[in-house]
């Protein structure tokens, strides 16, 4: 591994507290919080990936049994929407390249700043890529109940539902999920001092 600058050294030796962190120990707990990281981004990648399948799975059998062509478009409409949550989060995940050990401090440091930001920017446009293409779907479903008969209460009540479960959604991605992103990176910030990131 190539040895920091001084000043670099000087900066990563040095927290709020006081207590000298040396380069090596420094490089391990990056590395163990990009473990981490990429753990929690496996499992959630998992998840994405099984419910995908049992989305596409149902709704393309359901498709099969649809008795109009409105249900149908909008089964196979959501069964595609299982696939391609699928194949976007494959794609993403295969785009992102781990930091190497062998790196700098302040490389890998980037490295590992450089995740965070691209999961940031991700769950920033989760409603393009995975809320508004399931709503449709689900409008789709809503709009067909009427031509089985469902009241015009029902259906505003049925979209109403689907509006507030795919808000929520987007509420857990890109509020909830992105805060907690943040102050992940900013937590990173501090450990290394560079305390201009941390905001």
Request: proline share 4%; with cysteine.
């Amino acid at each position: 591994m190539t040895p920091p600058t001084d000043e670099l050294r000087d900066l990563w030796q040095s927290d709020p507290g006081g207590a000298a962190v040396s380069p090596l120990e420094l490089l391990h707990q990056l590395e163990q919080r990009t473990r981490n990281f990429e753990g929690t981004i496996r499992r959630r990648d998992l998840r994405e990936t099984i419910a995908g399948v049992l989305v596409a799975a149902f709704f393309a059998w359901h498709a099969i049994l649809a008795g109009d062509s409105l249900s149908r478009i909008a089964c196979v409409w959501i069964a595609g929407c299982g696939v391609w949550v699928i194949f976007y989060l494959r794609r993403y995940s295969r785009a992102s390249r781990n930091p190497a050990p062998e790196q700098t401090l302040a490389a890998y440091r980037q490295a590992l700043r450089d995740k965070y930001d691209r999961q940031i920017r991700l769950l920033k446009s989760a409603k393009y890529w995975y809320v508004l293409p399931f709503w449709i779907g689900l409008m789709l479903i809503a709009t067909a109940s009427l031509e089985h008969g469902a009241s015009t209460t029902r259906f505003l009540l049925t979209a109403i539902w689907f509006t507030a479960a795919n808000a929520l959604v987007w509420w857990l991605n890109e509020v909830k999920g992105v805060r907690n992103l943040r102050a992940k990176r900013a937590e990173l910030a501090a450990l290394t001092g560079d305390e201009g990131e941390s905001k």
